[in-house]
């Protein structure tokens, strides 16, 4: 066992870049519950980085939907909080405050 071998790790859920094209590429992520997760971004300059940021974020936000009392499973979530978490997130996808 090489502590310091890069690649992916038994909990790691993010599957990386699943498709490019000319102009989008497709990233996936697949949840320990087997819910999975697509984006489609046109930023064909995108980092995995910000793209795993992008998907633990909104894994998170959808842990605390589903796990609401008053979500039933199996329905659409339909939580304001939920879709402003989701907004914010998508709008700030790819931003950086490193300089």
């Given at each position: 066992?090489?502590?310091?071998?890069?690649?992916?790790?038994?909990n790691?859920?993010?599957?990386?870049?699943?498709?490019?094209?000319?102009?989008?590429?497709?990233?996936?992520y697949?949840?320990?519950?087997?819910v999975?997760?697509?984006?489609?971004?046109?930023?064909?300059?995108v980092?995995?980085?910000?793209v795993?940021?992008?998907?633990r974020?909104?894994?998170?936000?959808?842990?605390?939907?589903v796990?609401?009392?008053?979500?039933?499973?199996?329905?659409?979530i339909?939580?304001?909080?939920?879709?402003?978490?989701?907004?914010?997130?998508?709008?700030?996808?790819?931003?950086?405050?490193?300089?």
């Amino acid at each position: 066992n090489n502590p310091k071998k890069t690649g992916p790790t038994l909990n790691e859920t993010f599957l990386g870049l699943l498709y490019p094209t000319e102009n989008y590429k497709v990233y996936g992520y697949l949840t320990n519950t087997k819910v999975k997760f697509i984006l489609v971004t046109t930023d064909l300059d995108v980092r995995d980085a910000d793209v795993r940021n992008f998907f633990r974020r909104f894994h998170s936000a959808y842990v605390d939907a589903v796990s609401n009392p008053f979500h039933v499973p199996g329905k659409k979530i339909t939580s304001r909080t939920f879709a402003e978490r989701v907004s914010t997130i998508v709008k700030s996808f790819g931003l950086s405050t490193a300089v």
